[in-house]
């Protein structure tokens, strides 16, 4: 079947669009092939600084007929009616229509046959309005033309379009088709400099050869490939070893359309400067590699940039160019690193104070006073001690007002590290200024020092109160306060690190430090519930309230923080592997604010479920709910409290009672002591007396009293359950 060539030509398009373009370009073309019935075998689309291209090969030459039956009025129905039917169905009289009896009567039906469309004719329709509506997140309009209604848009000036379609033994076609006088074609061009020159290309296979000859690499994947073979050849040529970046190797991919990799140098006076903000600097403003010493793992003097031309001086032009801006940007890094040390932290903390955090929350200043308090209240659950972690916040943010992380924001708390540690302050305390920030995904790397996890929890904390508080909660896909993500923090650090931390009680703090205080001294909380123990609290010492609110109370604010990390507790546990369904079987019981029992407590309960006993007695359990929703419905009432033992008559009843009674028991003791796994082991027992019970008794007894101590007998089945789980919240 014939294949589809299209190449789209501009001047350079930026590195960081490539990528979707070309996907979104193969995603438009397919889509619209398909709707249009030309089903097709396959397809791969590519990007180069200078041209989006697409192939699809297998796609039939013209599309299959179509035939449609349409239904018209009823026979000897208003004229009017048959003849739009007529006219509508392109029919010349109701004679060719055929009649269709049902039970509502006879009807006209037409039988329309719609012939298929050459391929050909099909893509030379679709494409045009591919490329004019294709969805670039930034396009541009040039020339004459631009002035001119309906002018193309596209993200750098279009100047040539390659389009043919035909099988691989025979001489393709070009799909005719012009766009603001562009005509497509099947020529197209080299490199910009090396092969200039015009190419006549026929279908993908010549095409992909021809630009190689021409000194254009296609592929972003084989250019990513020839860089990062080349660089570490280049390196291990001086026994040195490339520092890998991913993102740097995708941007400098897409920079490149014939990658040569060279290497420079630096003077070595720079290497005082830390390695992150060498690295920084190298990388973001001249897109080059830096290189290390094996032996000691610290980088050298040593950069590898990628070039798009092959010089003919070796490059040596190239590389000098590269070192003579990189001396100037290390000599401006150098700088301000060295100006930076000039002045402690604690110097800079004054300035917060003129810095908005959030309108509704306060200055920076405020918000470092109130991760401070925070953190020392933490610090006693966490292991850490009082005063370093007050420290650690009171410094943390420091650095945001230094002049390196004034130029690499990426670099912030790395360098408050660094400055930390330069004006004597303790590891712990300097460690924190980095590591509170963390975690900060997934893969990110959880601090483990219980300084810097008392303030990472403080940090995240108010974070999470705070615009809890103000109703900025996220909402969809829309989180600007990337409030999920501290949510996903807070838990890593608590079930990563094994902390007995009670959520509600952190919260509660947390909202406390919400309270400023006024011009007269006494601290005003804004439209706390006045019975609120927080409010009682404050009212207590001479709090002034206020009409204006944060929230209706901290009870309401605790239980919806705690209802949003069972949330992202079952996307961290799902990602695990886990059951989302165990989390809220977990959670429904209530009091659940000790994140590291929920996940024990969630683990012992997969693998229960998981065992034959487990799934039996799930289905015991559901059994017996059922049953109790019916007839409690239809009773409009509750079959809780004790049953009467008097009016058990048969012994798998009594069997059933004892057995839930030694179950309750053993499963509590279990949970009192934490130990999950033996309370699971406790409901076990229940099985065989829940199986017996259901195969040999009779709920809805004749006599109502026995009737109603049954359905208290099953109530008490779901009673010893949620000993460890709400065994209703769980999917079969």
């Known amino acids: 079947m014939p294949d589809l060539l299209l190449e789209l030509f501009s001047e350079e ?16 073309v397919t889509d619209k092939l398909v709707a249009e019935g030309l089903v097709y075998e396959g397809a791969k689309a590519f990007a180069t600084p200078r041209r989006l291209a697409l ?31 007529l006219k ?51 396009s541009m309009r040039w020339g004459e033309r631009s002035a001119r209604p309906g002018a193309l848009s596209w ?32 020529t197209t061009y080299g490199h910009r400099f090396m ?37 570490r050849t280049l390196a291990q040529a001086q026994n040195l070893e490339l520092v890998e970046d991913q993102g740097l190797l995708d941007e400098v991919a897409g920079l490149v359309e014939w990658p040569v990799v060279l290497m420079g140098s630096f003077d070595r006076e720079f290497l005082s400067i830390p390695s992150e903000v060498i690295r920084a600097t190298i990388r973001n403003n001249q897109k080059c590699f830096v290189v290390s010493d094996p032996k000691t793992g610290k980088l050298t003097n040593k950069f590898i940039l990628t070039a798009n031309i092959e ?74 001690d009082v005063e370093k972690a007050k420290r ?37 305390v300097a460690a924190a200024s980095e590591e509170h920030y963390k975690p900060q995904g997934p893969a990110d790397r959880v601090p483990t020092d219980p300084v810097s996890v008392a303030v990472a929890l403080a940090d995240k904390f108010d974070t999470l109160v705070g615009f809890w508080a103000i109703d900025e909660k996220p909402t969809g896909s829309k989180d600007p306060y990337a409030l999920r993500r501290a949510a996903l923090g807070v838990i890593r650090l608590i079930a990563d690190n094994n902390l007995r931390v009670n959520l509600d009680e952190v919260v509660l703090r947390a909202i406390d430090g919400l309270a400023p205080f006024d011009s007269s001294g006494k601290r005003w909380i804004w ?118 033992p008097g009016l058990y008559k048969l012994g798998e009843e009594k069997a059933l009672a004892k057995t839930i009674n030694q179950a309750k028991s053993e499963a509590g003791a279990a949970v009192a002591k934490e130990d999950f796994a033996a309370a699971m082991s406790a409901l076990a027992k229940l099985r065989p007396a829940v199986d017996a019970f259901f195969d040999k008794v009779k709920v809805n007894d004749d006599d109502p009293k026995v009737r109603e101590n049954r359905l208290k007998l099953l109530n008490e089945i779901r009673v010893a359950t949620r000993a460890v789980a709400d065994f209703s919240r769980i999917q079969d």
């Open 195 to 231: 092969a200039p020159s015009a190419i006549s290309v026929r279908r993908f296979y010549d095409y992909e050869a021809k630009l190689k000859a021409a000194k254009v690499v296609l592929d972003p994947q084989a250019r990513k490939d020839i860089i990062l073979s080349e660089a």
């Open 13 to 28: 398009i930026p590195a960081r669009m490539q990528a979707k373009a070309a996907d979104d370009l193969r995603r438009m």
């Open 527 to 644: 439209g706390y519930d006045p019975n609120s123990k927080l409010s009682q609290k404050h009212r207590d010492s001479g709090v002034v309230e206020s009409p204006q609110s944060f929230v209706s109370s901290d009870a309401a604010l605790i239980s919806q923080l705690l209802s949003f990390f069972a949330d992202r507790l079952k996307v961290q546990l799902r990602d695990q592997g886990a059951r989302h369904d165990l989390v809220d079987a977990v959670f429904s019981l209530g009091g659940q604010d000790d994140l590291l029992m929920v996940v024990r407590r969630v683990e012992a309960l997969g693998k229960f479920l998981d065992s034959d006993d487990g799934k039996n007695l799930l289905a015991g359990t559901k059994r017996a709910g059922n049953i109790l929703s019916i007839e409690e419905k239809k009773d409009k009432r509750a079959f809780d409290g004790a049953p009467d």
């Open 55 to 85: 192939t699809v090969h297998g796609i039939p030459a013209r599309q299959p007929d179509l035939k449609e039956e349409r239904r018209g009025p009823r026979v000897g129905g208003p004229d009017a009616a048959i003849q739009g039917f």
């Open 88 to 138: 509508a169905t392109g029919l010349a009289s109701v004679s060719e229509a055929k009649i269709q009896h049902d039970k509502k009567g006879d009807f006209y039906i037409a039988l329309i046959e719609k012939p298929g469309r050459p391929a050909l004719d099909v893509l030379a329709d679709m494409l045009p309005v591919i490329i004019r509506t294709f969805p670039w997140p930034k």
């Open 392 to 428: 650690a916040a009171h410094l943390a943010k420091a650095d945001l007002l230094t002049e390196v992380v004034g130029e690499f924001p990426e670099l912030q708390g790395l360098m408050g590290k660094y400055y930390a540690l330069a004006q004597g302050e303790d590891a712990s």
């Open 155 to 186: 993200v750098r000036p279009l100047h040539a379009i390659t389009a043919t379609f035909g099988l691989e033994t025979e001489e393709p076609d070009v799909v005719k088709f012009a766009i603001d006088g562009i005509e497509a074609g099947q």
């Open 311 to 384: 010089a003919s001086d070796g490059g040596k032009a190239i590389i000098a160019g590269n070192e003579r801006v990189i001396r100037a940007r290390l000599s401006d890094a150098k700088f301000f690193y060295e100006t930076d040390l000039k002045t402690k932290l604690e110097e800079r903390l004054p300035k917060f104070d003129q810095i908005v955090f959030h309108e509704k929350l306060g200055t920076q200043g405020e918000r470092i006073q109130r991760i401070e308090r925070l953190a020392a209240e933490i610090a006693p659950l966490v292991g850490a």
